[in-house]
């Protein structure tokens, strides 16, 4: 004869000391839970509801500039500082912490054009339309000492002058070196007051220059001839170059996926490229309703940030055909450029009305001190939201982005007319000879040819 005991040991239950979370044992044989997908089900449908509860993506706008803002940079040694450019020829250097002007620097008589701080963090350089570019020694602009700096001045390290006006300067990743984008693309160093080296393919002008994060003498450039080109600074020519339908406004490169780019277009859409490939866009990115100006990459490499003339701020998947969040308010006007923070929690949006605007990368993401328990939680909400999103409530909640009316009723007759040119080119298509007319893809369409 068998007896079944039911022993139960203290030790086990017992908490050591009274602030000690109580323990909990849970048997997980799905057998004892018949209602566990349906409780998990419920679990995603709220979790989607209180995110956009919490949905405050708007932190605060950093105003101070007199005219449009047109560029900003990144210093790699300061997280919370970002630099900024406007048509009025005034540079500042903010504090994104107490949102405040920690320096000005000024100098240029024209429209600042271009910002990009030296690998390093030691260099500031600015091109603009008044024909120069000004070197600043921004090493000892520490944040640290933000209070006595907020009515600093600082002087240019260097003033080189030359023959036509800057549209955009980026520096190398590793290296003393930094390209400037104008008549034609000129490269140079800390130490010359002339170019080491001039790239010049075709007679337009070039608008946008990167240099690869991984690569340093690779550099991409768009200009206006709607050409997206590559450059090698060990050759004496350019490498390759697209030709697309429209122009880019503006490119930039995957740090986690080097060989990749994304550029910015006029047509409203961005087209990831792979630089080994350019007969054919990666991935198109839509939902913009007009000309997208500016786009930065999250340093994770997963993300990308575009800002657009139709006064939102999109955040994109790197692999995603459409924009998982849109940021709009109803003062911000044309957005003239985006910028991550380094550390991917922050965007960073200057616009036309002359502010600085800081926004969450993630727009439910509770701000401060997180607990770990806290942390497990949303992470645990977080996978149960992963694991529902495809059933149709929970996508609808997720997925659903109020518009402002200008926009919303663009997109609608954006749509219109695609799904119009589509249906057109059925008709086309099914009253013609077989084979005769044949339907590129979007990913091709938009690529008039590739030269090498």
């Known amino acids: 004869m068998k007896v079944k005991v039911i022993s139960r040991s203290t030790d086990e239950f017992t908490r050591e000391r009274s602030q000690d979370l109580q323990r909990v044992f849970r048997n997980f044989d799905p057998t004892l839970r018949s209602q566990e997908k349906a409780v998990e089900y419920v679990r995603a449908l709220n ?51 107490s949102r405040r002007t920690v320096c000005q620097f000024p100098g240029h008589q024209g429209a600042v054009q271009g910002l990009t701080v030296s690998t390093d963090g030691s260099i500031l350089v600015s091109c603009g339309s008044d024909c120069t570019v000004r070197l600043w020694n921004v090493s000892d602009a520490n944040l640290a000492d933000s209070d006595n700096l907020s009515d600093n001045s600082a002087k240019p390290q260097a003033v080189y002058v030359w023959k036509n006006a800057f549209r955009a300067v980026d520096h190398q990743w590793d290296g003393d070196l930094f390209a400037t984008a104008g008549a034609q693309v000129d490269i140079w160093n800390h130490n010359r007051s002339q170019p080491v080296n001039t790239f010049d393919w075709g007679s337009d002008t070039t608008i946008s220059i990167r240099f690869n994060p991984g690569e340093p003498n690779i550099l991409a450039t768009s200009a206006n001839d709607r050409s997206i080109t590559l450059y090698d600074l060990r050759m004496s020519s350019p ?14 490169w995957n740090p986690m996926e080097p060989m990749n780019f994304t550029a910015a277009n006029e047509d409203c859409n961005c087209y990831s490229y792979d630089a080994r490939k350019l007969e054919e ?11 997208v100006m500016d786009i930065d990459f999250s340093p994770t490499g997963r993300e990308f940030v575009t800002g657009s003339y139709d006064r939102t701020v999109r955040i994109f998947q790197y692999n995603g055909g459409h924009s998982r969040e849109i940021y709009h308010t109803k003062r911000m006007q044309r957005v003239f450029c985006v910028k991550y923070s380094c550390d ?64 919303y009723k663009a997109a609608n007759l954006r749509r219109t007319m695609i799904e119009a040119e589509r249906r057109k080119e059925q008709r086309r298509k099914a009253h013609s000879a077989p084979g005769s007319i044949v339907t590129e893809p979007v990913r091709k369409r938009r690529i008039i040819k590739e030269v090498e």
């Not at 007199?66 to 005034?90: E, T, V």
């Not at 390759?240 to 930039?252: G, L, Q």
């Not at 929690?345 to 001190?369: F, H, M, P």
């Not at 982005?401 to 926009?407: E, M, T």
Request: glycine content about 4%; some cysteine.
């Open 239 to 252: 490498a390759r170059k697209v030709i697309m339908r429209t122009k880019t406004n503006s490119i930039a």
């Open 47 to 97: 979790a989607a509801k209180l995110d956009k509860i919490f949905a405050r993506p708007f932190i605060g706008a950093m105003d101070g500039h007199r005219d449009s803002i047109k560029c900003m940079a990144k210093n790699p040694n300061y997280l919370k500082a970002i630099f900024s450019g406007s048509d009025d020829g005034d540079i500042r250097l903010w504090d994104m912490a």
């Open 344 to 407: 991917a929690s922050y965007v960073i949006s200057g616009s036309d009305d002359t502010n600085l605007r800081l926004w969450k990368a993630k727009a439910s993401e509770q701000l401060g001190v997180v607990l770990p328990r806290e942390r497990k939680k949303h992470e645990y909400l977080e996978a149960v939201k992963n694991r529902y999103k495809h059933l149709p409530e929970v996508k609808r909640i997720v997925r659903h982005r109020h518009l402002p009316k200008p926009v």
């Open 281 to 291: 866009a990666k991935c198109v990115h839509k939902d913009h309703v007009s000309a």
